[in-house]
Protein backbone atom coordinates (compact mmCIF):
# COMPACT_ATOMS: atom_id res chain seq x y z
CA UNK A 1 0.00 0.00 0.00
CA UNK A 2 1.18 3.78 -0.92
CA UNK A 3 1.89 5.76 1.97
CA UNK A 4 -0.57 7.78 2.75
CA UNK A 5 -0.30 12.12 2.27
CA UNK A 6 -2.84 12.88 4.42
CA UNK A 7 -1.71 16.83 4.13
CA UNK A 8 -3.24 16.97 0.72
CA UNK A 9 -6.16 14.72 1.55
CA UNK A 10 -6.75 17.36 4.60
CA UNK A 11 -6.63 20.74 1.94
CA UNK A 12 -8.42 18.81 -0.18
CA UNK A 13 -11.26 17.92 1.79
CA UNK A 14 -11.63 21.25 3.35
CA UNK A 15 -12.10 22.64 0.24
CA UNK A 16 -14.64 20.55 -1.26
CA UNK A 17 -16.40 21.30 2.28
CA UNK A 18 -16.35 24.94 2.04
CA UNK A 19 -17.27 24.39 -2.08
CA UNK A 20 -20.62 22.41 -0.52
CA UNK A 21 -20.91 25.17 2.04
CA UNK A 22 -20.92 22.21 5.10
CA UNK A 23 -19.56 23.67 8.31
CA UNK A 24 -16.70 20.94 9.97
CA UNK A 25 -19.70 19.97 12.47
CA UNK A 26 -22.54 19.05 9.40
CA UNK A 27 -19.81 17.40 7.59
CA UNK A 28 -18.98 14.87 10.74
CA UNK A 29 -22.71 14.57 11.41
CA UNK A 30 -23.97 13.65 7.56
CA UNK A 31 -20.44 11.11 7.79
CA UNK A 32 -21.13 9.83 10.89
CA UNK A 33 -17.60 10.84 12.51
CA UNK A 34 -17.01 13.08 15.42
CA UNK A 35 -16.06 16.63 14.62
CA UNK A 36 -12.81 16.79 16.55
CA UNK A 37 -11.88 13.75 14.43
CA UNK A 38 -12.77 15.40 10.94
CA UNK A 39 -11.22 18.31 12.08
CA UNK A 40 -7.49 16.18 12.90
CA UNK A 41 -7.85 14.98 9.42
CA UNK A 42 -8.48 17.90 7.51
CA UNK A 43 -5.31 19.21 9.24
CA UNK A 44 -3.41 16.53 8.56
CA UNK A 45 -2.91 14.58 11.83
CA UNK A 46 -5.27 11.55 10.99
CA UNK A 47 -4.93 9.11 8.32
CA UNK A 48 -8.43 7.73 8.00
CA UNK A 49 -9.50 4.39 6.88
CA UNK A 50 -11.72 3.77 3.47
CA UNK A 51 -14.56 3.23 5.38
CA UNK A 52 -14.50 6.99 7.30
CA UNK A 53 -13.24 8.14 3.94
CA UNK A 54 -16.49 6.08 2.22
CA UNK A 55 -18.31 7.79 4.38
CA UNK A 56 -17.03 11.17 3.86
CA UNK A 57 -17.23 11.17 -0.15
CA UNK A 58 -21.09 10.23 0.18
CA UNK A 59 -21.50 13.24 2.53
CA UNK A 60 -19.99 15.71 0.15
CA UNK A 61 -21.43 13.59 -2.85
CA UNK A 62 -18.13 13.13 -4.08
CA UNK A 63 -16.30 10.05 -5.45
CA UNK A 64 -14.80 8.04 -2.97
CA UNK A 65 -12.07 6.69 -5.08
CA UNK A 66 -11.07 10.25 -5.53
CA UNK A 67 -10.39 10.51 -2.06
CA UNK A 68 -8.94 7.10 -1.93
CA UNK A 69 -6.00 8.46 -4.24
CA UNK A 70 -5.96 11.69 -2.54
CA UNK A 71 -4.72 9.79 0.94
CA UNK A 72 -2.73 7.33 -1.29
CA UNK A 73 -4.81 4.47 -0.79
CA UNK A 74 -5.91 3.89 -4.64
CA UNK A 75 -3.72 3.97 -7.61
CA UNK A 76 -4.76 6.89 -10.55
CA UNK A 77 -4.93 4.75 -12.83
CA UNK A 78 -6.79 2.29 -10.78
CA UNK A 79 -9.90 4.56 -10.12
CA UNK A 80 -9.92 5.70 -13.73
CA UNK A 81 -10.62 2.30 -14.55
CA UNK A 82 -13.02 1.95 -11.79
CA UNK A 83 -15.14 4.90 -12.63
CA UNK A 84 -14.94 3.86 -15.96
CA UNK A 85 -16.72 0.61 -14.99
CA UNK A 86 -19.09 2.30 -13.16
CA UNK A 87 -20.17 4.21 -15.24
CA UNK A 88 -20.97 1.46 -17.47
CA UNK A 89 -22.78 -0.38 -14.81
CA UNK A 90 -25.22 2.55 -13.84
CA UNK A 91 -26.26 3.22 -17.35
CA UNK A 92 -29.81 2.72 -17.28
CA UNK A 93 -30.06 3.21 -20.60
CA UNK A 94 -28.30 -0.32 -21.69
CA UNK A 95 -29.44 -3.87 -20.46
CA UNK A 96 -27.37 -6.19 -18.42
CA UNK A 97 -26.45 -8.17 -21.67
CA UNK A 98 -24.84 -4.62 -23.58
CA UNK A 99 -22.57 -3.42 -20.10
CA UNK A 100 -21.24 -7.06 -19.95
CA UNK A 101 -20.60 -6.82 -24.24
CA UNK A 102 -19.01 -3.29 -23.20
CA UNK A 103 -17.03 -3.71 -20.14
CA UNK A 104 -15.25 -7.23 -22.57
CA UNK A 105 -14.35 -4.62 -25.27
CA UNK A 106 -13.22 -2.00 -22.74
CA UNK A 107 -11.04 -4.94 -21.06
CA UNK A 108 -10.11 -6.28 -24.94
CA UNK A 109 -8.36 -2.75 -25.96
CA UNK A 110 -6.57 -2.50 -22.74
CA UNK A 111 -4.95 -5.90 -23.21
CA UNK A 112 -4.42 -4.22 -26.85
CA UNK A 113 -2.81 -1.05 -25.06
CA UNK A 114 -0.81 -3.27 -22.73
CA UNK A 115 -2.75 -2.60 -19.69
CA UNK A 116 -3.17 -5.19 -17.01
CA UNK A 117 -6.72 -6.63 -16.79
CA UNK A 118 -8.31 -6.48 -13.03
CA UNK A 119 -10.12 -9.09 -11.51
CA UNK A 120 -13.47 -7.51 -12.91
CA UNK A 121 -12.40 -8.85 -16.18
CA UNK A 122 -11.71 -12.46 -15.44
CA UNK A 123 -15.12 -12.32 -13.75
CA UNK A 124 -16.54 -10.94 -17.32
CA UNK A 125 -14.77 -13.86 -18.80
CA UNK A 126 -16.16 -15.79 -17.11
CA UNK A 127 -19.56 -15.11 -17.81
CA UNK A 128 -18.53 -14.70 -21.40
CA UNK A 129 -19.96 -18.19 -22.65
CA UNK A 130 -22.72 -18.54 -20.30
CA UNK A 131 -23.88 -14.69 -21.87
CA UNK A 132 -23.49 -15.91 -25.31
CA UNK A 133 -25.16 -18.86 -25.17
CA UNK A 134 -28.55 -16.73 -23.40
CA UNK A 135 -28.41 -14.30 -25.92
CA UNK A 136 -27.85 -16.99 -28.73
CA UNK A 137 -30.84 -18.89 -27.31
CA UNK A 138 -32.83 -15.51 -27.22
CA UNK A 139 -32.01 -14.75 -30.73
CA UNK A 140 -33.04 -18.15 -31.99
CA UNK A 141 -36.47 -17.91 -30.00
CA UNK A 142 -36.98 -14.64 -31.62
CA UNK A 143 -36.58 -16.14 -34.97
CA UNK A 144 -38.97 -19.27 -33.93
CA UNK A 145 -41.58 -16.73 -32.78
CA UNK A 146 -41.71 -14.54 -35.60
CA UNK A 147 -41.08 -17.38 -38.37
CA UNK A 148 -44.58 -18.85 -36.34
CA UNK A 149 -46.89 -15.52 -36.04
CA UNK A 150 -45.40 -13.58 -38.61
CA UNK A 151 -43.15 -10.15 -38.37
CA UNK A 152 -42.94 -8.16 -35.00
CA UNK A 153 -42.83 -4.38 -34.36
CA UNK A 154 -39.93 -3.09 -32.35
CA UNK A 155 -42.04 -3.09 -29.28
CA UNK A 156 -43.16 -7.08 -29.65
CA UNK A 157 -46.69 -6.48 -31.11
CA UNK A 158 -47.91 -7.81 -34.42
CA UNK A 159 -46.44 -5.79 -37.13
CA UNK A 160 -49.72 -6.58 -39.48
CA UNK A 161 -51.57 -10.20 -40.71
CA UNK A 162 -48.99 -12.78 -41.65
CA UNK A 163 -48.70 -12.51 -45.34
CA UNK A 164 -49.11 -15.56 -47.51
CA UNK A 165 -47.23 -15.81 -51.03
CA UNK A 166 -49.89 -15.35 -53.73
CA UNK A 167 -49.99 -18.81 -55.43
Known amino acids: MA ?9 YLREQ ?10 LADAAGVS ?4 SQIERGLRKPSAEV ?16 VRAGILDEKERDELETR ?7 SINERQKQVLLQIYE ?5 NGFETSSYADEADADEADADEAYAQQAYADEDAEAADGPRAADGSDAGPKQTPPS
Open 3 to 11: SLNVGNLGE
Open 17 to 26: RRTAQLSLRQ
Open 35 to 38: NPYL
Open 53 to 68: LQQVAKALRISAETLY
Open 86 to 92: AVILADP
Open 108 to 112: SFRKE
